[in-house]
Every structure is written in C-alpha cells, then in structure tokens.
C-alpha cells in the first residue's frame, strides 16, 4: 500500500510567525547620554582634585568631588537602565505570549487573557491568574508634548499601541478602552 504524498500547507493552514518586541531604538539613546555624564564627572572630579592639591579653594574642592561622584552615579544608574531595556522583550508565540525581563520569564498562554484594558499609555492584561502591565518604557517629550518611545517589531521601528493591537488579534479579546 503506498502513501499519499503529503500536501503542501495552504494559507489556512499555515502557522503564524514568531514575533519579537524590543524597546524602540531610542533607548540607545540612554546608553550615549550616560556616557557623557562619565565624561562630565571625569572632568568635575579632576578639576577638584587639582583644586585640593594646589590648596586653594577646599570647600569648592569638596563639593566638586560631590558633583563628580553624583554624576557617576547617575550615569551608572542611566547604564542599568540601559541594559534592563535591552534586555527586555515581549515575544509572540501562535498560542502565547513570553515577557522576558531581567528578573524572569514570564509565559502566558492566550487562552488566559480574559481582559484587556487601555487606559492612556497603559495597556493592562486581566488573566485567569493575576494580571499583566504594558507601559511604555520610556517617553520622548518635546515641549507640552509626551509621546511614548515605540517597539522595534522583529528588527523594525513601530509605534508603541502596535503591540496591544496585535497581542489583541492573536488572543481573540477585544481591547476596552477607558
């Protein structure tokens, strides 16, 4: 008895491509920004040195030393931000949704999202157990105006309400606005 020969998948029958979201690329952004405020202590810190050394003006010494190390930590603190973004992603499964963060991963099968809420710039996940935040990581503000920072979607720049939009679609739940 011979076999039929398989038949080559239809377009209904194809499965749906694995998605990947990453925090857009301004926040590469962070990484530059705290790399000028290692170079702004750098110099703070050795103008106060020298001003110690050559004994004049020690109280100004002093609190350029402060300036100094305050701003490397702050750049340190931009730094860790940096890496945490970067390291942070929401992956598209065909019947789930993984969010890696730096502390975990975190699956959730679409069939356990029973609610979704936007409201603002948040969109909240209400599961079978629990819930789930998407906020924007960062913004981007321009006078009055606050826009938040968007997703790079498998390598590509897209606005930040893309991802409900299509976690949306993919989970069959229709997002409430409030």
Known sequence: ??????LPRTSLQATMDLVRYKPGEAIRWLESGAADMRKSAKR????ALAKTTEGTDIPGGLRDAAGAI????????????HKQLEASEYVFYEDRLEVITT???RYIPFREIQTMKVKGDRCILLLD????????????????LKVPVGWTRNGLEVAFEMLPDEL?????????YL
């Not at 008895?1 to 398989?6: G, N, V």
């Not at 703070?44 to 103008?47: E, I, L």
């Open 1 to 6: 008895m011979q076999r039929a020969a398989s």
């Open 129 to 144: 157990r629990g819930k789930l935040t998407i906020k924007p990581h960062a913004y981007i503000l321009s006078g009055n």
């Open 103 to 105: 502390s975990g991963t």
């Open 168 to 176: 949306s679609a993919r989970a069959g739940v229709n997002i409430e």
């Open 70 to 81: 305050f701003g490397f930590g702050k750049s340190a603190l931009a730094d860790l931000l």
């Open 44 to 47: 703070t810190g050795t103008r």
